[in-house]
């Protein structure tokens, strides 16, 4: 956690600072429940990454906002080449309407786009991403998601040549599978249970997107693999957006998406839950 000393602070657009307490806020970024000029915010600091690395969680909660309840910015820049994001506070609960939150999520993904990607990469984040446009899903998933992420795995000692030959033939198989009409939906991009949370009146907020265009099956694929959504979630989704026939059955590939991004952000704590997936494919 970055000592924020009073030189640090004065540089923040408030008049005064009554109360800064360090709270829990995932691994990435220091976190603080601060009351400034008698209003309640929470604010993210980065320390040494600028202003340039909550540009693209900023895009992201704007992108979102068009169908979903999200944080209030209140501003983002930076202080000593340390990046910092502010919101305002939200009194939230971790239980809710989970069928609503299916269905936010839904909408989400009724946002649309001509190609899949973003109109900007993502290079600060401890997993680098590759958002440049693409028309094919399927070149754009292997060559832009996975393919970077096994070079990552490789450089950091954490692959091999079993995992390889079985990672060729998922990726075979992906191809040959995922042939339905994928239309680009705006994504949340990281949709794990800690990523969302309920106000008072248990309605659903999205938070810490990493968005880009691509396959809503992706989305959801994530949300399967640490648990936290109910079934009424999923209920909840196809009544406002029905998946297309056979989508439990492709949810493998992002599964596998996901755990790779673990097994190089953790190492093989999480080598058992890839070779699970790789092995379906030997």
Do not use: C
């Amino acid at each position: 956690m970055k000592n924020l000393n009073n030189e640090w602070l004065k540089q923040l657009p408030f008049k005064t600072i009554k109360s800064l307490i360090p709270v829990s806020g995932g691994d990435i970024n220091d976190s603080y429940y601060m009351i400034a000029d008698n209003q309640e915010y929470f604010m993210k600091v980065q320390p040494k990454r600028g202003k340039k690395f909550f540009e693209h969680e900023v895009e992201g909660i704007h992108l979102l906002s068009q169908a979903a309840k999200v944080p209030k910015i209140v501003t983002y820049g930076e202080i000593d080449n340390d990046g910092f994001l502010i919101q305002k506070w939200l009194n939230v609960k971790s239980n809710g309407n989970q069928y609503e939150l299916g269905k936010m999520v839904a909408n989400v993904h009724k946002i649309t786009n001509k190609k899949f990607g973003l109109d900007q990469n993502f290079e600060l984040g401890k997993i680098p991403k590759n958002n440049k446009w693409n028309s094919s899903w399927q070149n754009f998933y292997i060559n832009q998601r996975l393919e970077p992420l096994v070079k990552m795995a490789t450089k950091n000692g954490l692959w091999n040549d079993n995992r390889q030959i079985s990672f060729e033939r998922l990726k075979n198989s992906f191809i040959k599978n995922v042939t339905h009409e994928i239309v680009p939906s705006l994504l949340h991009g990281d949709l794990w249970s800690g990523n969302f949370t309920f106000d008072e009146n248990s309605y659903p907020i999205l938070i810490d997107p990493d968005v880009f265009y691509g396959d809503r099956e992706m989305d959801i694929g994530i949300t399967t693999v640490f648990g936290g959504f109910s079934q009424q979630f999923y209920e909840g989704y196809n009544d406002e957006y029905p998946l297309d026939k056979g989508w439990q059955q492709r949810l493998i590939y992002y599964q596998f998406y996901y755990l790779l991004a673990h097994l190089n952000l953790f190492g093989e704590t999480y080598g058992f839950a890839v070779d699970n997936i790789l092995n379906k494919f030997i």
